[in-house]
Nanobody, 125 residues
Framework: VQLQASGGGLVQAGGSLRLSCAAS????????MGWFRQAPGKERDFVAS????????YYADSVKGRFTISRDNAKNTVYLQMNSLKPEDTAVYYC???????????????????WGKGTLVTVSS
């Protein structure tokens, strides 16, 4: 599966952005999908995900109540709606897919099967 993330940009603190991750190839309902981010000089961290079944969502504590992950199966696209953005949300955001895990945040980053190219989100104070 190929993943293409888009929607990043520069936004002021308190603003909103919506990221999109379009999947091509095998339908993404076969995979556990999620978003990660990597700030300069830091490790890549989990942000939000769907369970493989799509019935459950998971969020990092730092984004709960502000970010919402959603999906459009007809478009093979996963979204990340980011509201009330903070300067500490500045990072490159990556979408990811894993073939076998029930939920992607349980997988070590280096073991995740597929990554899209990142999209940069910059939040100014």
């Amino acid at each position: 599966v190929q993943l293409q993330a888009s929607g990043g940009g520069l936004v002021q603190a308190g603003g909103s952005l919506r990221l999109s991750c379009a999947a091509s190839g095998r339908t993404f309902s076969s995979y556990a999908m999620g978003w990660f981010r990597q700030a300069p000089g830091k490790e890549r961290d989990f942000v939000a995900s769907f369970s493989r079944s799509g019935g459950t969502t998971y969020y990092a504590d730092s984004v709960k109540g502000r970010f919402t992950i959603s999906r459009d199966n007809a478009k093979n696209t996963v979204y990340l709606q980011m509201n009330s953005l903070k300067p500490e949300d500045t990072a490159v955001y990556y979408c990811a897919a894993d073939r076998f895990s029930p939920s992607i945040q349980t997988v070590r980053v280096e073991h995740i099967d597929y990554w899209g190219k990142g999209t940069l989100v910059t939040v100014s104070s």
